[in-house]
């Protein structure tokens, strides 16, 4: 079965373009007509006609932000099939069918037609790596050695949806903290840059002398009106030094060693990225993934380098011979109840089923001090915006009553 591209024109006259799998050229037109759709023009996708990575920019973006919801799905719908003792080609065939994004289904249509030639699942889908990660193609790979591909693809597809929840709890949290912050910073500038001048031109030219806080507001007004556009400017100039100090090895390995050091916040991130790391691991040891594999490859998930420096120490010292307690226990960053568990599963010989336990601790202590923190971030933001209120409420009305007494 091969993918057409096609365009052509819809029942109600609309123009309309996509892909369709079919055998010939013939029966895709038929497709398409069943479907409503008039193919106009039809020409097929060549899958070794594309670049290695075999999908282009524009595709790997459009793949890439729904990642979190269409890669889980296969993996479980997969795992099904091939646990219903359904032939992994057919298996891949069905998909295809089900499958309602058009280039994850083109995709997917690659992959099959790799594994129709003889490859086997996890080096076809090795040839897309910006959509099947190295980590979710090991694990694949693992569970072909051990000849458990329907269970792998299973934990597999259970440990992209936490995942998935994880991202999406940790995004829902700060979605409205952020919000709020962002227009209260705007709307303050929108007041101190064209609302306050108009207000308070009258108070600068009074001989009385001013209370302090309209003298601090003029003075934040002024500055914003004649240096505006050089602040903004300076500020351009620190975020893009920023971000190109940042995106050095060097910058990127200082930043992630100090806000591991923040309090509060260095502490979630930390505990957040050993619950990935653990899960990760653990999920690996247990396709039959070796240790030292799976320490190379769990690393990718602590998006810290300073974290996956320590693992790369780690896996040194065990290719020498040392149990993973060790070294772990030498870093000053591990807590001690991680490197405790790890330790009674290396003992018990049961480290993958106790890194995932560790993993799920570490959730649910994340989650609860997200939840905690998140709450009080609330009414922080609402007490700091109040401040600010009161103090440009002061600025205007305190020299109002200074005049109506003069008045008087």
Known sequence: MSV???????????????????????????????????????????????????????????????????????????????????????????????????????VVSEVRESVKEGQSLSDALSTHPQVFSSMYVHMVKGAEVGSVLPEG?????????????????????????????????????GLVTFVIPKITVVFSEQQEALPLPTVMLLGISSLMNQYGWILSLLLLIGLAGGYWFFSTSKGRYWWDHRILGLPVIGKLLLFSALARFAETLGTLLRSAIPLLEGLHIAKKVLNNQFLETLVDQTANQVREGQ??????????????????????????????????????????EVEMALTKWISLLEPLLVLAMGCVVLFIVLAVLLPLFQMSQIIQ
């Open 323 to 364: 149990n993973l307690t060790h070294p772990l226990s030498r870093t000053q960053i591990i807590p001690s109840m991680f490197v405790n568990m790890v330790s009674v599963g290396e003992q018990t010989g049961d480290l993958d089923n106790m890194l995932l336990k560790i993993a799920q601790a570490y959730d649910v």
């Open 153 to 189: 693809l299973g934990r597999l597809a259970d440990y992209l949806e936490r995942q998935a929840r994880l991202h999406g709890r940790l995004m829902n949290a700060l979605m409205y903290p952020a919000i709020l912050a962002g227009v209260g910073i705007l709307i303050l500038i």
């Open 4 to 106: 057409y591209r096609y365009s052509g024109v819809t029942d109600q006259g609309k123009d309309t373009h996509g892909l369709v799998d079919a055998d010939t050229p013939k029966s895709a037109r038929g497709k398409l007509r069943q479907d409503g759709i008039f193919p106009i023009e039809l020409s097929e996708e060549t899958p070794r006609a594309q670049s290695p990575a075999k999908i282009t920019r524009s595709r790997v973006i459009s793949l890439g932000s729904r990642y979190s919801s269409a890669l889980p799905g296969f993996t479980k719908q997969c795992s099904i099939l091939l646990a219903a003792k359904i032939p992994l080609l057919q298996a891949l065939s069905i998909l295809v069918e089900q499958l309602e994004d058009q280039e994850f289904r083109a």
